[in-house]
């Protein structure tokens, strides 16, 4: 389908997805090794230059989570950063701000940073929503992600 629909955002988007869920089934630094992360970035940037709205900014919730998830290996990766998963997922919240996923990926990037309050923020507007009918699953698997999260920021903040 890409070869023959290469600007297809919604194909662009998916294969940065599909490339992420395999990487990480893979193994993070194997893959790394073998390129993935690159191949992501790739798609995920392509994705953000189609259209930064779609999916409610999931090019730019792609990035972020990429550049919070993959290793710095020396020589092989040297790029990902947590600060610029923070700058992207900045923009996904500006572009989709109530894809909660948007704010549970920003509030864990926050906690790596040790910017425990305004991370605990975000959570709770995770754990807060209202549940939207037709995102059930998504909502459900967030909130449950939120509520562990939100117990490691408060046993940080309690320190």
């Not at 995920?44 to 709205?53: F, H, I, R, S």
């Amino acid at each position: 389908f890409l070869k023959t629909n290469p600007n297809s955002v919604a194909i662009n988007y998916q294969m940065a997805g599909s490339w992420g869920r395999w990487g990480e089934a893979n193994g993070i630094i194997a893959s790394a090794r073998k390129g993935v992360a690159q191949k992501v970035r790739d798609y995920g940037e392509k994705t953000v230059a189609l259209d930064p709205n779609f999916a409610e900014g999931g090019g730019y919730r792609t990035l972020g989570r990429l550049h919070f998830k993959a290793p710095r290996i020396p020589l092989i990766l040297s790029w990902p950063s947590k600060d610029e998963s923070l700058k992207y997922l900045t923009r996904a919240i500006a572009t989709g701000p109530n894809h909660l996923t948007n704010h549970l990926f920003y509030a864990e990037t926050l906690f790596e940073l040790d910017s425990y309050n305004k991370a605990l923020e975000h959570v709770n507007l995770v754990i807060n929503a209202p549940t939207n009918p037709e995102r059930v699953v998504e909502y459900a698997r967030d909130k449950k992600d939120a509520l562990a999260l939100k117990d490691k920021i408060l046993k940080k903040i309690s320190k």
